[in-house]
């Protein structure tokens, strides 16, 4: 089965740095997403992104954060300086279209720590 | 109220049984269901949509009821494979999904 891949799967930065999540989703999708997952709570959405362009934003998604697709493969997320509530697992995620039965697949995360 | 609920265990089963969770959420206009899967520090994965004619895949049985804003799961025959954090997760119709914070499933031996 085709995969949605993240790198890297553990990043660990300094309170204010700026990191870049990266992904490369399933190649002959079209929409893109970014999730977090703060240790022992629940998944939360962030951004979708389509046709070059934010198609939604939770709250959560503030000035801090942009995401981008530098080329036909790359998705990256970018936190601009980060802080220590950051701290979370980043889910990437992909679909072909965006109909409501639309299966989402997920990369397997990137474990963030902010010290 | 939350936008999606659930219990979050953890049941304790041991194999052969048969174990159901159980979610409601709070939008009335949420137009797609789902039930993934989550193990330790992994991703969800997708193990079933659920529809409001009920839907059956193996061992898995999902059940829809929209006047009640329910939605559950039943497994038959618990294996230890079944272990796992069991997520409701609920399409808005905002297009993102919603996730509940999942219930923990061990299966013993």
């Known amino acids: 089965e085709p995969e949605v891949t993240q790198t890297p799967s553990h990043q660990v930065t300094q309170m204010g740095q700026e990191v870049i999540l990266r992904c490369v989703p399933i190649?002959?999708?079209?929409?893109f997403y970014w999730y977090r997952q703060i240790l022992g709570q629940k998944v939360e959405f962030l951004v979708s992104f389509y046709n070059n362009e934010i198609s939604e934003k939770s709250e959560i998604f503030d000035d801090q954060f942009s995401v981008e697709r530098p080329d036909g493969s790359n998705f990256t997320l970018k936190i601009r300086s980060t802080k220590l509530e950051d701290s979370a697992m980043y889910f990437c995620a992909s679909s072909l279209s965006t109909g409501y039965n639309e299966k989402l697949f997920f990369g397997s995360g990137t474990q963030l720590s902010v010290l | 109220r939350k936008e999606v609920e659930q219990d979050p265990g953890p049941f304790n089963v041991p194999e052969g049984a048969t174990v159901a969770f159980n979610c409601t959420y709070s939008?009335?206009?949420?137009?797609?269901f789902f039930w993934y899967r989550q193990d330790c520090r992994k991703e969800p994965k997708l193990l079933m949509s659920?529809?409001?004619s009920g839907n059956e895949d193996g061992r898995f049985t999902a059940q829809l009821n929209r006047a009640s804003q329910y939605i559950s799961l039943l497994i038959r025959d618990s294996k230890l494979s079944d272990s796992a954090t069991y997520l409701c997760?609920?399409?808005?119709?905002?297009?993102?999904?919603?996730f509940g914070s999942g219930t923990r499933l061990q299966v013993q031996p």
């Open positions: 659920v529809y409001s």
């Open positions: 190649s002959n999708h079209l929409y």
């Open positions: 939008n009335s206009a949420s137009q797609s």
């Open positions: 997760v609920v399409n808005t119709g905002r297009r993102a999904l919603t």
